[in-house]
């Protein structure tokens, strides 16, 4: 166990906790909420970084990290649909989860195939990721309606649109590979 991997785990610590607040009937909740969520996220930057750096790469965290983001983004996202009850939040948090899942699903059969290499993360997916966590702030910071809280879903939309071009550019890398095996 090192420092990367720690943080990791505190990540998805953090996630029942996020939960837990979230319900809590105080004007202070959702702010705290927000905060476990940034600190989460500067956390996925900050464990990938510091393994590089202190050459702690494991496979362990190879393993969790991903893990870990996808639980983080999924619950936020669950949260904030109960939280906005709207068709126009839903539809891109949907579109979010479901390339989530596509995804994980893919690069399992390829590493399967020994072709992991094929679905590696891309920077449409780094940006993706980055416009993803700054809507899901926003939108975990301030109340539906607000100005900012409007700004976080036209962000969350831009996720959304990059979700989906990051999702075509994954399933065409790996689309040789899919119809050899048909």
Same mark, same amino acid.
């Given at each position: ?8 785990? =505190? ?9 837990? @607040?979230?319900?809590?009937?105080? $004007? ?21 970084? @510091? ?10 965290? =190879? ?8 639980? %983080? ?13 709207? %068709?126009?939040?839903?539809?891109? +948090? ?23 290499? /094929?679905? +590696? ?11 993803? %966590? ?25 996720? +959304?649109? @990059?979700?989906?071009? $990051? *999702?075509?550019?994954?399933?065409? =890398? ?6 050899? /095996? *048909?």
């Amino acid at each position: 166990m090192n420092i990367p991997n720690l943080l990791t785990l =505190a990540r998805i610590v953090f996630i029942p906790l996020m939960v837990v @607040l979230f319900y809590l009937p105080f $004007s202070w909740s959702m702010p705290v909420v927000a905060g476990l969520f940034a600190v989460a996220s500067l956390t996925d930057w900050l464990d990938g970084y @510091l393994a590089r750096r202190w050459n702690q790469s494991t496979p362990f965290g =190879a393993f969790l990290d991903p893990v870990a983001d996808k639980l %983080m983004v999924v619950v936020a996202l669950a949260l904030l649909i109960e939280r906005y009850d709207a %068709m126009w939040l839903t539809l891109p +948090a949907l579109v979010i989860i479901g390339r989530e899942i596509v995804i994980s699903a893919l690069r399992e059969w390829m590493a399967e195939m020994g072709n992991r290499g /094929s679905v +590696a993360v891309s920077w449409i997916g780094k940006l993706k990721t980055t416009l993803q %966590m700054i809507a899901l702030l926003i939108l975990l910071a301030f109340t539906p309606g607000s100005p900012y809280a409007q700004l976080g879903v036209a962000t969350l939309y831009l996720a +959304a649109l @990059l979700t989906l071009w $990051s *999702m075509i550019q994954y399933l065409r =890398a790996a689309w040789p590979h899919l119809a050899r /095996s *048909m």
